[in-house]
């Protein structure tokens, strides 16, 4: 019903930067909130960044100060800048959405997933 197409991933050494998109698209009736989670190999899903479409944003106090996600109400569209990369930041980053469809419905959708890897 919501499909999340998630792009921006890759490889970059220490200190630089990436940004992710998302663009959620479907039987949309309203979102209240998109953002990224990531997952490293041996590790649990955690959660990286969320904004509200009110624009209430929270992050992960690790990636405080050095990604900023942002979001395009018009396009159901969030990014996550990252700058400042550090090894520790390596996993699949997954895209969410929560909101609801036409009919009522309440939707949690992922997206597909993608790979940030950052080299030492």
């Known amino acids: 019903q919501v499909q999340l197409v998630e792009s921006g991933g890759g490889l970059v050494q220490a200190g630089g930067s990436l940004r992710l998109s998302c663009k959620a698209s479907?039987?949309?009736?309203?979102?209240?909130?998109m953002g990224w989670y990531r997952q490293a190999p041996g590790q649990q899903r955690e959660l990286v960044a969320t904004?509200?479409?009110?624009?209430?944003?929270d992050y992960a106090d690790s990636v405080k100060g050095r990604f900023t996600i942002s979001s395009d109400n018009a396009k159901n569209t969030v990014f996550l800048q990252m700058d400042s990369l550090k090894p520790e930041d390596t996993a699949v980053y997954y895209c969410?959405?929560?909101?609801?469809?036409?009919?009522?419905?309440?939707?949690?959708?992922w997206g597909q997933g993608t790979q940030v890897t950052v080299s030492s």
């Open positions: 479907g039987n949309i009736y309203s979102i209240n909130s």
């Open positions: 904004i509200s479409r009110g624009g209430s944003r």
């Open positions: 969410n959405f929560l909101g609801r469809v036409y009919g009522g419905f309440a939707v949690n959708s």
